[in-house]
């Protein structure tokens, strides 16, 4: 089975996105090419996103905050994945778009922050659900 292409965009690719990819390798396997990247990169993941997903066993430390031309090499996408970033997002050649309004946690305190975390994961799953991957 060929794997699907998912790409997850935010502004910064500091939190939701970086947050969104690892969900979607933890959940989807070898099953998904997972990607992320901002429209406006802030060059580093975010340290509450890394201690956030630290608690569930994932190093998000790896991760890189990237841009999008960073990633468009990488496409065509089955599915990008907009975190509400509005007409920040520029296109992405893909099958289908989706726009998730997740608040940016990037100043809630940490039970806040994992409030997101979970929505996120919650929102990674149902996706892969329709993808028939989960």
Not at 57 to 66: E, N, P, Q, R
Request: net charge neutral; glycine share 6%.
């Amino acid at each position: 089975m060929e794997k699907k292409k998912l790409l997850f965009v935010c502004v910064e690719n500091a939190n939701r996105s970086q947050m969104s990819q690892a969900f979607a390798n933890i959940l989807g396997g070898n099953q998904v090419e997972a990607y992320s990247a901002g429209s406006k990169p802030s060059g580093l993941v975010n340290p509450k996103a890394i201690a956030a997903m630290k608690e569930l066993g994932y190093d998000l430390a790896k991760h890189a905050s990237k841009s999008l031309t960073e990633v468009e090499q990488f496409g065509p996408f089955d599915v990008v994945v907009t975190m509400g970033c509005g007409d920040a997002c520029p296109w992405m050649p893909a099958k289908e778009f989706v726009d998730w309004q997740i608040p940016d946690p990037k100043y809630m305190e940490p039970a806040q922050f994992n409030e997101v975390r979970d929505y996120i994961r919650d929102q990674v799953k149902a996706l892969l659900t329709k993808l028939a991957i989960a």
